[in-house]
């Protein structure tokens, strides 16, 4: 079992940049893929990016492409989400989630998740 918790969302203006974090406690992250969700409003849980548990490996959805970085300190236990030049359309809650398995984007693929942290990007 692992506990997820997510933290530094916020308000911020177009443009501008936010980083990420999803916490791991209860077993070591490094036994499992890890990724980035988000969902907005009235519609469904998307994928934003995904790592391998050595962190060697990562991919993302195509409208973060060259914006977003995904990143993980397994000494730490923690996985981090930069994202620059933010949008409007960036506005989402964002999740962590973890898969004893392969990471394949697909919600069905994870075994945890995290709370969520809100993000909001003003125009």
């Known amino acids: 079992q692992v506990q997820l918790v997510e933290s530094g969302g916020g308000l911020v203006q177009a443009g501008g940049s936010l980083r990420l974090s999803c916490a791991a406690s209860g077993s070591t992250v490094n036994a499992y893929d890890m990724a980035w969700f988000r969902q907005a409003p009235g519609k469904d849980r998307s994928f934003v990016a995904d790592?391998?548990?050595?962190?060697?490996?990562?991919s993302y959805a195509d409208d973060v492409k060259g914006r977003f970085t995904i990143s993980r300190d397994n000494a730490k236990n923690i996985m981090y989400l930069q994202m620059n030049s933010l949008k409007p359309e960036d506005t989402a809650e964002y999740y962590c989630?973890?898969?004893?398995?392969?990471?394949?984007?697909?919600?069905?693929?994870?075994?945890?998740w995290g709370q969520g942290t809100q993000v909001t990007v003003s125009s």
């Open positions: 790592i391998s548990r050595g962190g060697s490996l990562r």
């Open positions: 989630a973890a898969a004893r398995g392969r990471s394949t984007g697909d919600l069905r693929a994870y075994d945890f």
